[in-house]
């Protein structure tokens, strides 16, 4: 679908982002079926992990050094 596109497109450019400043990138509260979708598909994207706190909502895509 168009939403899980932009899902796809979203989660590359904020671990690109995160790898290029060695930082923790926080994205707002969104679904879970949205985070999983950004976790699998970062899954394989190199210097990268994800991490989500499923009592908030939140996810966290993080830079590994």
Known sequence: TGCGVWLLL???RE???AVE???VIVL???SARDRRVI???LAKFE???TRSDS???SMWV???A
């Open 10 to 12: 979203r989660g590359g």
């Open 62 to 64: 993080c830079s590994v």
């Open 15 to 17: 671990a690109k982002r």
């Open 28 to 30: 707002e509260p969104m």
């Open 21 to 23: 400043m060695g930082r």
């Open 55 to 57: 009592t908030k909502s």
């Open 47 to 49: 210097g990268v992990t």
């Open 39 to 41: 976790h699998l598909s």
